[in-house]
Nanobody, 122 residues
Framework: QVQLVESGGGLVQAGESLRLSCTAA????????MAWFRQGPGKEREFVAG????????LDSDSLKGRFGISRDNAKNTMYLQIFSLKPEDTAVYYCAAGMVLTIRRDNYYLWGQGTQVTVSS
């Protein structure tokens, strides 16, 4: 069973940038379409960005487009999420997910990490 592990979260000041990482324990991420989701306090889990297995196609959230950059390095078995100009409303647990279809739909991803907390102070 592939386990996804997120890292890079923490407490940051508004306006700062942050890079989150997602790697897999026990198996390669090659061949998986992958994505980042986030869940803020009292909110539904929402799609942030997705990337194809080869990294040649990305999918952005219409509502979040512009401050989030997704990338992956299959040689390092790692996916990244760069977040620019962080805002207090970006405070959430950020999850990485993997599946066979690149989509914004949460239920198309069947491998999930435990999440990493990002807290943005104003």
């Amino acid at each position: 069973q592939v386990q996804l592990v997120e890292s890079g979260g923490g407490l940051v000041q508004a306006g700062e940038s942050l890079r989150l990482s997602c790697t897999a324990a026990g198996r390669t991420l090659r061949g998986y379409e992958m994505a980042w989701f986030r869940q803020g306090p009292g909110k539904e889990r929402e799609f942030v960005a997705g990337i194809s297995a080869h990294g040649d196609q990305t999918l952005d959230s219409d509502s979040l487009k512009g401050r989030f950059g997704i990338s992956r390095d299959n040689a390092k078995n790692t996916m990244y999420l760069q977040i620019f100009s962080l805002k207090p409303e970006d405070t959430a647990v950020y999850y990485c997910a993997a599946g066979m279809v690149l989509t914004i739909r949460r239920d198309n991803y069947y491998l999930w990490g435990q999440g990493t907390q990002v807290t943005v102070s104003s």
